[in-house]
């Protein structure tokens, strides 16, 4: 029985290390971390219990039977965040450049499935190439499943993107489809076709940043909704957003107890003169909501 208990801790093992030490280390040499400390900075510690830890890849063409990893490429599974129940996937570009498999997809989709089961968020990590070309249509049939997914959650709870990578082809549509999408300045980028192919078929030179970066998407595209400064400050940002919202439509928004007195105070006073004589004249209306809302 030792002997039992000793190979599932060894196969434990290797499945952590993902691609392997090397990759690990170029994963953080490029400043990101890996799809599993990802997960340790955004739940509650000790809270992760994890699904499909052992889920390899089936293609066997273009000699991918010699690269199975286990995992494939995603980490998912289900946690707590200040207490309160979320799943989550992670995808890991030490694996084969965090490609969509089938074996991936399934992996992706048995959570989804399992959150508006029990009406929990979900939370994807995004860090991917894209679709894993060696398998050809059964991997875009698995992005097909994870967008009949988004839309059929959408709505009922919430689903939330980290884009903390590259978000190529395929893989750029789940985010766009999710409720809240957060990117990292200068180290996630999000497009359908990169700089490469734009220029091979248009002739137009355009850089990584402008096509797809934080800034681009944030400001113009509108499909991302907070640039971060790092993936730790994309992490917080998701953890403060998530106590704002429900678990699932039939939940209640998170309430806290009030904090402050119902006293008139000077920013209350102030408001008296805020608004200006003249219609031609302009004001700040931040001052006027900061006095309004709560801890404004």
């Known amino acids: 029985m030792q002997d039992i208990i000793s190979q599932l801790e060894s196969k434990r093992e290797l499945a952590r290390l993902g691609g392997g030490q090397k990759r690990i280390a170029a994963q953080h040499a490029k400043g990101k971390l890996t799809a599993r400390e990802r997960i340790e900075l955004l739940l509650d510690e000790d809270s992760f219990e994890e699904w499909?830890?052992?889920?390899?890849h089936r293609c066997t063409d273009f000699g991918m039977a010699d690269q199975t990893v286990p995992s494939d490429g995603v980490v998912t599974g289900y946690g707590m965040i200040n207490g309160r129940l979320v799943f989550v996937f992670s995808q890991d570009f030490t694996v084969l450049g965090g490609s969509l498999s089938e074996a991936h997809a399934e992996k992706i989709c048995k959570i989804m499935d399992q959150a508006m089961k029990v009406?929990?968020?979900?939370?994807?990590?995004?860090?991917?190439?894209?679709?894993?070309?060696?398998?050809?249509?059964?991997?875009?049939?698995?992005?097909?499943?994870?967008?009949?997914?988004?839309?059929?959650?959408?709505?009922?709870?919430?689903?939330?993107?980290?884009?903390?990578?590259?978000?190529?082809?395929?893989?750029?549509?789940?985010?766009?489809?999710?409720?809240?999408?957060?990117?990292v300045n200068e180290?996630?980028?999000?497009?359908?076709?990169g700089p490469d192919v734009i220029?091979?078929?248009?002739?137009?030179?355009?850089?990584?940043?402008?096509?797809?970066?934080?800034?681009?998407?944030?400001?113009?595209?509108?499909?991302?909704h907070y640039m971060a400064d790092s993936e730790a400050d994309a992490i917080d940002y998701v953890k403060a957003l998530l106590s704002y919202l429900p678990s699932n439509n039939m939940d209640?928004?998170?309430?806290?107890?009030?904090?402050?007195?119902?006293?008139?105070?000077?920013?209350?006073?102030?408001?008296?003169?805020?608004?200006?004589?003249?219609?031609?004249?302009?004001?700040?209306?931040?001052?006027?909501?900061?006095?309004?809302v709560d801890e404004g």
């Open 252 to 292: 209640g928004s998170p309430v806290l107890p009030p904090t402050e007195t119902l006293d008139k105070s000077a920013t209350d006073t102030a408001l008296n003169t805020l608004i200006p004589d003249s219609p031609n004249q302009p004001y700040d209306m931040k001052t006027l909501i900061q006095a309004l």
């Open 187 to 193: 180290k996630s980028y999000m497009f359908i076709t």
């Open 52 to 56: 499909d830890m052992f889920v390899e």
């Open 119 to 183: 009406g929990a968020p979900v939370i994807g990590l995004n860090d991917s190439g894209g679709a894993r070309i060696q398998e050809g249509v059964a991997s875009l049939g698995g992005y097909a499943e994870i967008f009949q997914r988004n839309v059929s959650a959408s709505g009922v709870i919430p689903q939330i993107s980290l884009i903390m990578g590259p978000c190529a082809g395929g893989a750029a549509y789940s985010p766009a489809l999710t409720d809240f999408t957060v990117m």
């Open 199 to 224: 220029k091979t078929v248009t002739g137009e030179e355009v850089g990584m940043e402008e096509l797809g970066g934080a800034f681009t998407h944030n400001t113009k595209s509108g499909n991302a």
